[in-house]
């Protein structure tokens, strides 16, 4: 009947757009100052806490692991105490992020391998852009340096941030990459990740480790990385 | 959009004679309800975010024209492609031209409402495209051809040793045991991780559309949706066109009420906003980003006095919450969107006169409009689609006849009194004074049920004496 997609989405949208126009009243942007003013939460419990203790109660909500570490150097010898205890193969997929290639994973008994490597029993570090403390995420950012698959098809999920990088609440978030949309950085995808993946399709019994990792640790750094 | 089964009430009938079914529901109805209240106890001015949410989508659905077209221009800015379709037909053909043209054999999908209500699967089936569900419970109701009974839990009507015994047939991985839950998800994970790497095309719903970025915003728990978007070479986002909102901030009102209406948690496990394709060969993701919207009555329902419904999120609340969907699941009602939204929603876009008993599976106990996140005044909608299946004169002879008997007698008071107090006394003789089982009821529907015998006086008259002393 059409020649193209293209033609069928045309047509489409043409009465689409006509049926929406005939119905809708013409009002000249800018709109957004009808917008309501964004409403936060107000916690019922522990919200005045510190953002260090909130994030650590949330995290352990969605049964998620937070360890606090001395410095970048220490993340090699935690991960690997942790993988030789799950039993898992030791080796973390990285992408290309210079500081976290440089870390002594060697001498912790680690190789690195590249993200297109990896395995189901796999693990992987990637280096997050913030962690929000009234939810217990933490936002990672697409690009070469820590790709998407690192945080979706490993086994065992490791985050690293600066302490300084938890923000309070979630809608913190927005001031944080929407000057990154606007100076034209894409950002093809940002993951705002709680938790371990879960399931509770099977007999409404919730079970960790669907099909993104079973575990997911955010370690916290002081100092510069 | 398929209604299979005949109608609501031998949908219901079956369900009710369903053991399997009414055990597994009743425990994740009640689970359910009690992550609700926890969630939105875990807020304390939820009525605030309540609002704040509704008044998001009321003011984007008065503009929506204005707001798809921003999204629109903001999609291909970013180097994705944006395709209108205006019926059901229209986004499969979109969806299998996209396939087509990249050569695709292999689509992975993550779950998507809108393409259960275009019936996608087949199509892509049809030409030739091999199909796989990765949510963990379409993906069992899909090995079980069968259609979800729960927008959460798809598969809530099987028992483990019923999903064990799928895998055994549809796996070809030689002998082993899945006698619990944990090696059941696990085999799950390991059969769909390999679906996933083969993927030509990825096709997920979309839980908004920001027009600001024209990006899409995903959630899920799994993390499916995201390896959905991820590996395959091709990322096609479906969604219907009142999905949209202005901004990243709007998005994020929706999400704090989204979770919390659904499972309790303050957030999903993955929360993700997809914009474009990869940035170059270095990134991982798709090479082509596509975005399908789907009209399929929408714009019809927005210009008329269903408006409301189309700020429904697919929480899925109201129907956890209500005691009709409660007893039969979400088979009975043979749509794609079932309980209270789906009652409203499924007869404007296929006619009252193919979906017009849904409106009556309410028992008018009002809790969906408490517990809908978006302040959709559902049983409102309802009594309007009965008021209009009424006035087109629809509906079953003996329920009209029925009916109009009640409508005579209630507007003429005399004789309602008069009429109420003769039938009970007249039920009362025929129990004989007893609880009884109510025959006929149990026979057209096979429910056992015992009604207290009426006690001779219907409730009007003491009533009436009370205010004569008064």
């Known amino acids: 009947m059409y020649e193209t997609l293209e033609a069928l989405s045309r047509e489409s949208r043409n009465r689409i757009m006509a049926r929406l126009k005939q119905t809708l009243a013409v009002v000249p942007p800018p709109l957004a100052l009808e917008l309501p003013d964004i409403v936060k939460p107000d916690p019922a419990w522990g919200g005045k806490d510190d953002p260090l203790s909130l994030l650590r109660v949330s995290m352990m909500r969605m049964k998620g692991d937070l360890t606090e570490l001395e410095g970048a150097d220490a993340i090699p010898w935690h991960v690997s105490k942790i993988l030789e205890a799950e039993g898992a193969p030791m080796e973390v997929a990285i992408g290309s992020d210079e500081g976290l290639r440089s870390l002594p994973w060697d001498e912790a008994g680690l190789s690195v391998i590249d993200p297109s490597g990896i395995a189901s029993e796999s693990a992987g570090v990637s280096r997050a852009l913030c962690a929000v403390a009234e939810t217990g995420s933490v936002v990672f950012c697409s690009g070469s340096a820590n790709p998407t698959t690192v945080n979706f098809m490993v086994k065992y999920h490791f985050a690293v941030i600066r302490r300084e990088q938890i923000v309070p609440s979630f809608e913190d978030l927005w001031g944080i990459i929407r000057p990154r949309y606007m100076e034209g950085d894409r950002m093809r995808a940002v993951n705002i990740i709680s938790g371990p993946s879960a399931t509770a399709d099977v007999e409404a019994t919730l079970t960790v480790g669907a099909h993104g990792p079973c575990r997911f640790e955010l370690l916290l750094i002081d100092g510069q990385f | ?470």
């Open chain 2, 1 to 470: 959009m398929e209604k299979n089964e005949k109608d609501f009430l031998h949908g219901a009938s079956a369900a009710m004679a369903d053991k399997q079914l009414q055990a597994n529901l009743g425990r994740l109805m009640m689970i359910l309800r009690t992550m609700h209240s926890a969630g939105v106890g875990s807020a304390a001015n939820f009525e605030d975010l309540r609002r704040c949410a509704s008044e998001v989508k009321r003011h984007t659905l008065e503009h929506l024209d204005f707001y798809l077209e921003t999204f629109e221009k903001k999609v291909i800015e970013k180097g994705g492609k944006v395709y209108y379709a205006e019926t059901c037909e229209d986004l499969n053909s979109i969806v299998v031209e996209i396939c087509r043209r990249r050569g695709a054999r292999i689509a992975v999908k993550g779950k998507s409402m809108v393409s259960e209500e275009t019936g996608l699967n087949r199509a892509l089936e049809k030409a030739g495209i091999e199909v796989t569900e990765t949510d963990m419970g379409e993906y069992i109701v899909q090995l079980a051809h069968e259609r979800p009974s729960h927008l959460v839990g798809p598969a809530i009507h099987k028992n483990k040793e019923q999903i064990a015994d799928l895998f055994m047939k549809h796996h070809d991985l030689g002998p082993r045991s899945l006698d619990n839950i944990p090696s059941i998800v696990a085999e799950g994970r390991k059969v769909l991780r390999e679906k996933f790497i083969k993927a030509d095309v990825g096709i997920t719903g979309a839980n908004a559309l920001i027009a600001e970025t024209g990006s899409v915003l995903l959630v899920t728990n799994e993390g499916n949706g995201d390896l959905c978007s991820t590996l395959p070479k091709v990322h096609i986002v479906v969604s219907g066109i009142e999905k949209v909102v202005p901004r990243l901030e709007d998005a994020g009102a929706i999400l704090r009420v989204l979770a919390r209406s659904i499972t309790g948690q303050a957030m999903s496990c993955y929360t993700s906003i997809f914009t474009g394709p990869r940035e170059g060969p270095e990134d991982a993701g798709p090479e082509e980003f596509h975005v399908v919207l789907l009209d399929n009555h929408r714009s019809e329902i927005l210009a008329g006095e269903f408006r409301d419904i189309l700020r429904c999120i697919r929480c899925s609340s109201c129907m956890n919450h209500c005691p009709v969907f409660g007893v039969t699941g979400g088979h009975a009602y043979g749509s794609v969107y079932v309980g209270p939204m789906g009652s409203v929603l499924t007869p404007l876009m296929e006619g009252m006169r193919e979906a017009g008993d849904l409106p009556d599976a309410c028992c008018g106990d009002d809790r969906c409009a408490e517990v809908c996140p978006m302040m959709i005044p559902l049983p409102d909608l309802l009594r309007r689609l009965r008021t209009r299946k009424w006035n087109m004169g629809i509906g079953s002879r003996p329920l009209k006849w029925g009916l109009s008997a009640y409508m005579k007698t209630a507007l003429r008071p005399r004789l309602f009194h008069a009429a109420s107090g003769a039938a009970a006394v007249l039920a009362s003789m025929l129990q004989g004074g007893k609880k009884r089982p109510v025959s006929s009821l149990n026979r057209m529907h096979g429910i056992k049920t015992h009604l207290p015998s009426p006690q001779g006086k219907p409730f009007f008259s003491p009533l009436g004496r009370k205010r004569r002393e008064l």
